[in-house]
């Protein structure tokens, strides 16, 4: 038989586990939606892209004298290549700060017991 104190230590224990699980599926809806948001903003700018680019003409960028990935035919292809690094550095940071978070739980733990 266990004594109260070894009960309300168990009870204790299991609470934290409990908190700490709901956390990390917090964690991960949070990631989840915000990389879907991120990927669905991604691929409506590329559907839409062409038509945005049917509006810039060379002689908006300075004519002759600008680089020709800047040229109205490429425009949409940078921008969604620069969209797409944003995107990366974003799950990136989402991605280390949940990992960050689920260390801290460790720590707490350790600290708690």
Do not use: N, W
């Not at 109260?4 to 964690?27: D, I, M, N, S, V």
């Not at 990927?39 to 960028?61: K, N, W, Y």
């Not at 020709?68 to 799950?91: D, E, H, K, N, T």
């Amino acid at each position: 038989m266990r004594t109260t104190a070894e009960r309300l230590a168990a009870a204790k224990q299991r609470a934290r586990e409990l908190e700490r699980e709901r956390q990390r599926r917090r964690a991960r809806g949070i990631l989840c939606a915000g990389t879907a948001a991120c990927l669905a903003i991604i691929v409506s700018l590329a559907l839409a892209m062409p038509g945005i680019a049917e509006g810039f003409s060379d002689t908006t960028l300075g004519g002759g004298m600008a680089a020709s990935i800047f040229s109205g035919r490429s425009l949409g292809y940078l921008v969604v290549g620069l969209l797409a690094f944003v995107l990366g550095v974003c799950v990136t940071v989402l991605c280390v700060r949940l990992r960050g978070h689920e260390g801290d739980s460790a720590d707490e733990e350790r600290y708690d017991d």
